[in-house]
């Protein structure tokens, strides 16, 4: 009789440790069940309040606008006895072109040491043919690098600022050239036609040819 009352005791105390554990386990997964629900409904409630703060940001790939191109020049230091003049036929420049790209208005004293820059040419001027003669009359251009030179956009210039602008045209070649008559016609490849009823260049007028940002590229004194 004392064995099954003993054995009847470890039973009913097995029973409850069990109970005890069960019990235990389902408050643990009660609480943390509800910490994890109640984050989520925070969160729901932050989100629901704050639309902006569940939007992922997106980097627009937004175009860099292109660089403006900056006139090719080199910078000459000026030494002993160096004037506008000495450096302007040095690099086959002229004093104007200097005094443009350096900023100043007339042409002064230089002192050693100096630094002056000096534009570079991609072309040239050739010639002026033809003066006085509307038929024959033109401008003839040259490319003096080895690539290929646009000159779109850029303007032919006379000393009274009357202008011609270069529509969409390529010098394709070093040494290649594209003459501007003064006179109307069809442009072509090779030539292009001013438009005037008059010729437009007399004995000892400057010619200025000018790059598309209005930068003087090269000068020409007709004889």
């Known amino acids: ?42 969160a729901l409630t932050f989100n629901r309040q704050n639309p902006a703060a569940s939007v992922t940001p997106t980097t627009l790939n937004t175009p860099v606008p292109a660089a403006t191109p900056t006139p ?15 450096i302007a036929a040095t690099y086959s420049v002229s004093v104007n072109e ?23 040419h991609f072309v040239e001027i050739d010639s002026v043919v033809g003066v006085g003669d509307l038929e024959l009359e033109r401008v003839v251009i040259r490319n003096t690098v080895p690539n290929e030179l646009s000159l779109s956009g850029w ?49 000892g007028e400057t010619v200025t040819l000018r790059d598309s940002a209005g930068a003087p590229r090269a000068v020409y004194q007709i004889p």
């Open 1 to 42: 009789m004392k064995q099954w009352n003993r054995l009847f005791f470890f039973l009913l105390l097995n029973i409850i440790v069990s109970a005890c554990t069960t019990l235990t386990v389902l408050v643990l997964w009660d609480r943390t069940q509800s910490s994890i629900l109640g984050d989520s409904i925070s």
């Open 98 to 120: 200097l005094l443009v790209e350096n900023g100043y208005s007339q042409a002064q004293p230089l002192s050693a040491g100096d630094l002056v820059r000096v534009p570079v």
């Open 155 to 203: 303007t032919l210039v006379d000393e009274n600022d009357n202008t011609y602008t270069f529509p969409q045209v390529t010098i394709y070649v070093n040494g290649g050239t594209v003459s501007v008559y003064s006179k109307p016609g069809a442009d072509t490849v090779l030539d292009l036609f001013w438009g005037g009823d008059a010729p437009i260049w007399g004995s």
């Open 72 to 86: 090719a020049v080199v910078v000459h230091e000026v030494k002993i006895g160096d004037t506008f003049d000495s």
